[in-house]
């Protein structure tokens, strides 16, 4: 079986977590800091501050900010649910901007949803490719609105020369699927000294020094015994992101110029990294998407539907998110037409050969 992802924690890692394990200090401390230091060096912000989880980055950034009740945040409808979650549990609203053919966040669409309310936009730099971070850094500037990337799937992805997380407050996560794993885990990164303190102060229970709480806070730290996993993996990110964007090259080699199926590329100027090969199967492909998804299965291929559907597309949001049907219509396409094949570091050049192979085959007469 060759799944849609797998986990390569790399040499080093059993040691790392033993060190910590026989120092006796399991919650945060020193390899925490080790762990935000090399996030700062990949994203080249002056902080990172590391936390519990993705969600938890995003809800965080958000505090930080003091977005709330009755404060839009302007984001995409084709993501992952935390993006959607993590603005609703602040109380802020959500508003939705369609996404391009990239599956990202359409600058073009910015200021039709533009109110007087506008605090934030927070693209999602869905599959690895960064959303037009220039485009929208400047729309937000000259609106005054803050900026919170989800980076959640995009560790080292770039937009000319930039990397991702960089451009407003960034949010990634270390959860067990993503490009640089810790179980459980998330960090922010920013270059703002006001921010990073808020972020700190909110992480521990709004305190700087025990027992003196400056704000209230949370408890959002994240383990030396989670940051000693991903440590070794950020030291080799460069290489495999590399094996991601080759094994990337590779399949779109192979799958090019079949009918109805769409694979993915990247605008000039920006990097993918590559945490899913994304293709979109339309209606004059020889079968449906979900159709092609059960010929891989049978040839022992695993796929992914990242996602089936507009994120606000589910009766528990109806209620809290006031969005238009049919206001959205690439994001719906997207989420009708989207296949997600095995792309991740682990693969051989046979896995490979037998994805091309397989889709090949279902496709062709
Ligand atoms: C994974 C993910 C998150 C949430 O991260 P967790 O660590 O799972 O909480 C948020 N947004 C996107 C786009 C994600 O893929």
Same mark, same amino acid.
């Given at each position: 079986m060759i799944s849609v992802s797998s986990v390569d924690l790399g040499a080093g890692v059993e040691d790392l977590v033993l060190d910590v394990l026989r120092s006796g200090q399991l919650a945060q401390g020193p390899m925490v800091e080790r762990l935000e230091k090399q996030f700062c060096e990949l994203v080249g912000t002056e902080h990172a501050v590391a936390v519990s989880n993705g969600t938890v980055a995003l809800i965080a950034a958000l505090q930080a900010l003091e977005i709330g009740p009755g404060d839009e945040v302007i984001t995409s409808?084709?993501?992952?649910?935390?993006t959607l979650n993590a603005i609703l549990s602040v109380g802020a609203s959500?508003?939705?901007?369609? &996404?391009?053919?990239?599956?990202? &966040?359409?600058?073009?669409?910015?200021?039709?949803v533009l109110t007087g309310r506008t605090r934030a936009i927070l693209p999602v730099h869905l599959y690895?490719?960064? *959303?037009?971070?220039?485009? &929208?850094? *400047?729309?937000?500037?000259?609106?005054?609105?803050?900026?919170? @990337?989800?980076a959640a799937q995009a560790h080292g992805a770039s937009v000319g020369g930039r990397r991702a997380g960089s451009f407003g407050v960034g949010c990634f996560s270390l959860y067990a699927t993503k490009n640089v794993t810790t179980g459980e885990g998330g960090v922010l990164t920013t270059d703002s000294d006001a921010i990073a303190t808020r972020l700190r102060l909110l992480r521990s229970q709004g305190?700087?020094?025990?027992?003196?709480?400056? &704000?209230?806070?949370?408890?959002?730290?994240?383990?030396?015994?989670?940051?000693?996993?991903?440590?070794?993996?950020?030291?080799?990110?460069? @290489?495999?992101?590399?094996?991601?964007?080759?094994?990337?090259?590779?399949?779109?080699?192979?799958?090019?110029?079949?009918?109805?199926?769409?694979?993915?590329?990247?605008p000039a100027g920006r990097t993918h990294v590559f945490h899913q090969y994304t293709v979109r199967v339309d209606d004059s492909a020889r079968l449906s998407r979900d159709a092609l998804a059960d010929a891989l299965l049978q040839d022992g291929i695993g796929t992914g539907i990242y996602y089936p559907r507009a994120v606000y597309d589910y009766d528990c949001f109806r209620a809290a998110v006031p969005v238009f049907p049919g206001s959205h219509p690439i994001a719906e396409r997207a989420a009708k037409q989207v296949l997600s094949l095995p792309v991740h570091p682990s693969l051989s050049d046979g896995d490979l050969q037998s994805i091309v192979g397989s889709v090949g085959r279902a496709l062709h007469d």
């Open positions: 409808p084709f993501t992952f649910v935390a959500p508003v939705f901007a369609d &996404i391009d053919e990239y599956f990202l &966040i359409d600058p073009s669409g910015l200021s039709a690895g490719l960064p *959303a037009a971070m220039a485009e &929208i850094s *400047a729309w937000a500037a000259a609106h005054d609105l803050a900026v919170v @990337e989800d305190m700087q020094t025990r027992y003196k709480y400056e &704000i209230q806070g949370f408890n959002y730290r994240l383990t030396d015994l989670q940051a000693a996993v991903g440590i070794p993996q950020l030291d080799r990110l460069a @290489e495999t992101t590399a094996r991601r964007q080759r094994n990337a090259m590779v399949l779109t080699d192979g799958l090019e110029g079949i009918e109805g199926l769409h694979l993915p590329s990247s």
